[in-house]
């Protein structure tokens, strides 16, 4: 068992006191899952006063003294130290309205969403395990502690962070919790957009995000309805074999699991079909427009889930464009000064992982988009033009010669794509002739 310095001394403290210390939730299911731990939460019998009192020395703050909760630095690490307790209801489905202290680190267990979470785990490698959580992580199990009802009716977020486990660790939800999940699903509008946001990021980037997707679609249409057409329609188009929510769940696992930008673009990619479909006399199923008003669509619902401005324009940028056909360098040029290079090669890798969801035979198109990617690495390494900035006239070149006004920004346009499109040469003497031969026009 490895328990860093820093919470080693946490819980020797607490232990020199007197008191009883554990590890609890997700880092003792890491640990036994032999994950990398992020965050690590104590729970200890001691109340909050006297958990004060063992930090007398250090950093403290009180971080929520009501519910039993302190926060202590320990070399540059923030704890949080809890005191076992009993929750009382939950009216506002969030929070308790009052916590009962307890010295019974079972009671305090029992409150926790899954078994998988209700383990505590001491300095030595002592476990407290009273709902069979070690046995849950080993069978891949995803279980509520008691009655998934009362769990979800507590906190209906945990109906999004059943599904979040299922997909992020690769287990199953357990037969009970799943229908309650299913059924109890309408409570979810209930949660603040940013409670949602971040489980669905985690969702997304998940091992067993196809399976989860698929099973639980139910959950992902009560937080974001737009989705709803998008189950089980067939696409009727001889690039696809599957319907444009299965199409979707498998580009999203496409993607690499550390990319949630490209994750998420995937997520919202097709979103605009079926407003979008149209089938023509032979029964063919045409979608165009859907890049742009999927685009639209998953701005206006990113905006809603409160996602930053950035993170909004990068993505609606990405999916308005993940249609666009680049059959030259030029092209490449043309994209990478729309995007920037970091989403042109984002762009790149979303049509790639587009293509990996369809019928087999459009994967032999990802072979010429590797092309575009090198010959994108090219353009960069040459340091090609690719915007006004790079052109070798300025604006006061053009003021010389005549211009003025929008005339400028419209003839930099002009030799912008007359340089992109490889029709003029970046050169200086060049530019300027054809900008005073324009300017004579």
């Given at each position: ?6 919470t ?40 909050p ?10 950093k ?34 969030r ?12 009671a ?58 299922a997909?992020?660790l ?41 399976d ?31 319907t ?15 990319n ?33 008003v ?46 920037g ?15 990996s ?43 010389q ?41």
């Amino acid at each position: 068992m490895n328990i860093d310095k820093n919470t080693d001394t946490i819980l020797s403290e607490l232990e020199k006191h007197g008191f009883e210390a554990y590890m609890v939730g997700g880092c003792v299911r890491d640990e036994i899952m032999g994950r990398k731990c992020h965050d690590t939460d104590i729970t200890t019998n001691a109340l909050p006063q006297q958990i004060l009192e063992v930090f007398s020395s250090y950093k403290v703050i009180p971080t929520g003294l009501k519910h039993g909760t302190v926060t202590v630095l320990c070399g540059g690490t923030p704890f949080e130290i809890t005191t076992y307790r009993i929750d009382g209801e939950y009216t506002d489905h969030r929070r308790p309205d009052n916590v009962e202290f307890t010295s019974d680190i079972t009671a305090d267990l029992s409150r926790r969403d899954f078994t998988v979470n209700a383990i505590a785990m001491d300095r030595h490698g002592n476990t407290v395990d009273p709902f069979g959580g070690k046995a849950d992580i080993q069978n891949g199990i995803i279980r509520c502690v008691g009655e998934p009802e009362k769990r979800f009716n507590e906190d209906a977020l945990r109906i999004m962070r059943a599904v979040r486990f299922a997909s992020q660790l690769g287990f199953s939800i357990d037969g009970a919790t799943s229908s309650a999940v299913h059924s109890m699903r309408g409570d979810l509008k209930n949660i603040s957009r940013e409670r949602i946001r971040e489980e669905l990021d985690k969702l997304i980037c998940g091992v067993n995000c196809i399976d989860v997707l698929l099973e639980y679609s139910d959950i992902i249409t009560a937080v974001i309805p737009e989705f709803e057409p998008s189950i089980g329609l067939d696409q009727r188009s001889p690039y696809h074999r599957y319907t444009v929510w299965e199409h979707t769940v498998r580009a999203i696992a496409a993607a690499p699991p550390d990319n949630v930008l490209l994750r998420r673009a995937m997520l919202f990619h097709d979103i605009g079909k079926p407003s979008c479909m149209k089938l023509d006399e032979n029964g063919r199923g045409h979608f165009k427009q859907h890049d742009r008003v999927g685009s639209e669509m998953a701005s206006a619902i990113m905006q809603e889930l409160r996602y930053d401005s950035k993170t909004v324009s990068n993505t609606a940028l990405l999916i308005a464009n993940h249609s666009k056909k680049l059959r030259s360098r030029s092209d490449a040029k043309r994209m990478m000064s729309k995007l920037g290079d970091e989403l042109f090669f984002e762009l790149m890798e979303m049509k790639k992982c587009d293509n990996s969801a369809k019928n087999e035979f459009v994967l032999k198109e990802n072979i010429y988009f590797d092309r575009i990617i090198k010959a994108a690495h090219e353009i960069i390494d040459n340091d090609e033009c690719r915007s006004i900035r790079g052109l070798a006239v300025n604006g006061s070149d053009l003021v010389q010669l005549g211009l003025k006004g929008a005339e400028i920004g419209e003839t930099q346009q002009e030799l912008l794509e007359l340089v992109m499109g490889e029709l003029l040469s970046n050169d200086r003497d060049e530019l300027l002739r054809y900008a005073e031969q324009r300017c004579r026009t």
